[in-house]
């Protein structure tokens, strides 16, 4: 008999505590003194912003065993306090103003080339997903990486929903547009609303999942509640959060990044150590909250799953 030893970092992690129960009871009391204070439409809308995500009770979702990490996950408070999301500020540090996004009611619309274009409330869509936690790298294009339990499904699950015509060649996702909401959209140089792209091929590749959860719980506004996409093997640019559209077409999808600055951002933008960003190297990115450096992998080192999307396209701008 085998007596199978794992490594540290191999060594399934504690799923959330319970803590969370107690925060959103926080929440909610701290909200309902401040509905006091408030006109009565305005009193009314913050108590529907404080209730309880109505998805709750599907958390936590049960691990995928099959996607395992070499290195510890990045602890939570970490990752929800050193983001990217330009719709509220183009710091690391947007916390705080992302409280802004209102998660309720929340639309998706599916729309272009399918069979029938169909607008799902989001809990309609999460209660028919299946949803399984998944442990996964994230890798900035900016050199730095973490370590993240995701829960959601498969994009593939998405797309059976949403039966593509034959003619779709790639769909294309858009975050939410209201500037009201999210002070960065009053920038009005920069080419909102967010946009991201992938190949159908892409989009039905395993690896893709849809984000509805992290550690455990709902997934935090900041990381792009109550949608957003992990592509692990790209740089985490095309990770588009807090989607409220999927478009299939037959157009290559222009993204946000690539609108702002083509020379740096291309469609395709996999990973790889050996082909640098125009200003900076790729070739080890940092751990945020290890305080370590560690040589970067092709393909994010998911190649296994993806690497065969690109044969015979070797000619494209696969790596930026
Ligand atoms: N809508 C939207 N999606 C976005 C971004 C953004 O600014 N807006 N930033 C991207 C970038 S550059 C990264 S690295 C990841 C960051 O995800 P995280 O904050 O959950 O780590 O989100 C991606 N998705
Ligand atoms: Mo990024």
């Keep these: 008999m085998y007596v199978i030893r794992r490594r540290g970092w191999e060594i399934p992690e504690r799923l959330a505590t319970p803590e969370h129960l107690f925060l959103d009871r926080r929440v909610v009391l701290a909200g309902g003194a401040a509905a006091l204070a408030l006109a009565p439409a305005a009193a009314l809308a913050q108590r ?5 995500d109505p998805t709750k009770d599907l958390y936590p979702a049960k691990r995928n065993e099959a996607f395992t990490l070499d290195r510890p ?6 990752n929800t306090n050193y983001n990217n999301f330009y719709e509220f500020g183009s710091s690391k540090y947007v916390g705080k103003a992302a409280q ?4 309720r009611p929340w639309t998706v619309k599916i729309d272009g080339m399918v069979e029938k274009v169909q607008e799902i409330g989001i809990d309609d869509l999460i209660r028919q997903m299946p949803l399984e936690e ?11 990486s973490m370590a993240i339990p995701w829960s959601g499904f498969p994009l ?3 797309l059976e929903l949403a039966k593509p015509l034959s003619s779709a060649k790639y769909v294309r996702m858009e975050t939410f547009q209201n500037p009201s909401m999210a002070p960065g959209q009053k920038q009005s140089w920069l080419p909102w609303p967010y946009v991201e792209g992938l190949t159908m091929a892409e989009a039905a590749n395993d690896l893709a999942f849809l984000v509805t959860g992290t550690y455990g719980k709902p997934v935090s506004k900041v990381q792009g509640a109550p949608l957003r996409l992990a ?9 588009i959060k807090s989607i409220v559209r999927f478009n299939f077409t037959d157009q290559r999808p222009k993204s946000y990044w690539e609108a702002l600055q083509a020379s740096e951002y291309g469609f395709w933008a996999n990973v790889n150590p050996q082909v640098p960003h125009p200003r900076w190297s790729q070739a080890t990115e940092e751990l945020i ?6 040589p970067t992998l092709l393909f994010n080192g998911y190649g296994e799953y993806v690497a065969d999307l690109y044969k015979g396209l070797e000619k494209e ?3 930026a």
């Design 100 to 103: 802004a996004l209102k998660l």
């Design 73 to 78: 996950i990045t602890e939570e408070k970490i």
């Design 289 to 294: 909250g290890l305080n370590e450096r560690r």
């Design 156 to 158: 593939a699950r998405l």
């Design 48 to 52: 529907v912003a404080d209730l309880p």
């Design 317 to 319: 701008r696969l790596w």
């Design 134 to 144: 998944r442990l996964y790298r994230h890798r900035c294009v900016e050199a730095w």
């Design 231 to 239: 592509v692990p093997w790209k740089y985490g640019f095309k990770s």
